[in-house]
């Protein structure tokens, strides 16, 4: 089973800045990682996948990077909508398998 | 546009069966990865299983033991059962679409979310 660490639990950022979301993989996804965004009482919305192509309807402050086992969202300048919490998700090639990583949340400072 | 829609018992009482549905509108299920993901309350998600219109399933193998997920084309809906369940079971349990594109596999579209509770 491929566990997936995300880091930090929680990020205290201003809006107008950055914010810089980690995620680890225990071994190498190649680029099968997504990011959602989940607000209270919602359900998550798909942000990012194939670890950089952002989803229909996404804004473009919001980027994801890297492959194998290291990936990064980042949020280049915070809206107020923005807060919520993340979480990475890992998918296999086939059979599709999921597995997602605890989550991180981003919090106004 | 897609919509997906859960139904079922709020309360499930320890050892026995939970149940649930998810109505698809707006497109059929006679394609795509029809999938459920739960949510512990104030956790994060994990992934249970999807069906294939086909009939073709796959699960959790933390979970494969108890889960059965099945599709009804003629209703456009497809279910949830997970048997035995215990307090640890308590979740807000979406219904989602899971689809192919290219070489990635995206949950695009999700229900809102229903809670059940294991509690006698």
């Known amino acids: 089973e491929i566990v997936m660490t995300q880091s930090p639990a929680t990020l205290s950022v201003s809006p107008g800045e950055r914010a810089t979301l980690s995620c680890r993989a225990s071994?190498?996804?190649?680029?099968?990682l997504a990011w959602y965004q989940q607000k209270p009482g919602q359900a998550p919305r798909l942000l990012i996948y194939?670890?950089?192509t952002r989803a229909t309807g996404i804004p473009g402050r919001f980027s994801g990077s890297g492959s194998g086992t290291e990936f990064t969202l980042t949020i280049s300048s915070l809206q107020s909508e923005d807060f919520a919490v993340y979480y990475c998700?890992?998918?296999?090639?086939?059979?599709?398998?999921?597995?997602f990583g605890q989550g991180t949340k981003l919090e106004i400072k | 546009q897609v919509q997906l829609q859960e139904s079922g018992p709020g309360l499930v009482k320890p050892s026995e069966t939970l149940s649930l549905t998810c109505t698809v509108s707006?497109?059929?299920?006679?394609?795509?990865?029809w999938t459920w993901i739960r949510q512990p309350p104030g956790k994060g998600l994990e992934w249970i299983g999807y069906?294939?219109?086909?009939?073709?399933?796959n699960y959790n193998p933390s979970l494969k033991s108890r889960v059965t997920i099945s599709g009804d084309t003629s209703k456009n809906q497809f279910s949830l059962k997970l048997t035995s369940v215990s307090a640890a079971d308590t979740a807000v349990y979406y219904c989602?679409?899971?689809?192919?594109?290219?070489?990635?596999?995206?949950?695009?579209?999700w229900g809102q979310g229903t809670l059940v509770t294991v509690s006698s």
């Open positions: 194939g670890a950089s």
């Open positions: 998700q890992q998918y296999s090639n086939w059979p599709p398998m999921y597995s």
């Open positions: 707006g497109g059929s299920i006679s394609s795509y990865y």
């Open positions: 069906t294939y219109y086909s009939g073709r399933t």
């Open positions: 989602a679409r899971s689809v192919l594109r290219y070489f990635d596999w995206l949950i695009d579209y």
């Open positions: 071994q190498s996804v190649s680029s099968n």
